[in-house]
């Protein structure tokens, strides 16, 4: 009865995702999976995300530095959207930029989302402005990190916003 799994900095890359997506809908009493630093991409987010929705307590996810980009955070976003017991996101460090963001925040306001990481990536102006928009409306959101991103022009008191408002 595995609760959670951390498989932090084992660069599993796309063909350990492979495997994993494969065990993931067995672990059906999973809440935490931990890839930080693993190198999936976008193709191994894809398979990780598709698996993810037979994982019904799953409530936390950290996808962080994994190279997953655009087309990555596409997908893990549409698990989000279907994962309802997902309370915790990292997404940070994985060369994210505003088709993402725009992704993301489309689907953010319907989320059960508390806490949502995208520090780190390649969000300009433009879509921190589609997020902060998007997480004023969403009503369960209390943490966004926006930090780190290489938005223009920088608004640094909008980079950690806590939801409290």
């Known amino acids: 009865k595995l609760q959670e799994l951390v498989l932090m900095g084992n660069r599993i890359g796309q063909n350990g995702a492979a495997r994993l997506a494969v065990m993931l809908p067995r672990c059906k009493e999973l809440k935490l999976l931990n ?10 987010a894809l398979l990780i995300a598709q698996a993810l929705v037979d994982c019904p307590l799953l409530e936390e996810l950290n ?24 309370r915790r996101v990292n997404l940070g460090g994985n060369g994210i930029g505003d088709n993402g963001a725009r992704r993301i925040a489309a689907l953010l ?51 950690v916003l806590p939801m409290s408002i």
């Open 35 to 44: 890839l930080w630093a693993n190198n999936v991409g976008a193709a191994g």
């Open 63 to 86: 996808l962080r530095n994994n190279r997953i980009g655009d087309r990555g955070a596409w997908d893990v976003a549409g698990a989000v959207s279907r994962c309802e017991s997902l």
């Open 109 to 159: 306001p319907d989320s059960n989302l508390l806490v949502l990481d995208l520090g780190c990536n390649c969000i300009t102006g433009t879509g921190l402005a589609l997020l902060t928009r998007a997480a004023h409306n969403a009503p369960k959101l209390e943490h966004l990190n926006l930090a780190g991103n290489t938005c223009e022009p920088w608004t640094p008191h909008l980079a």
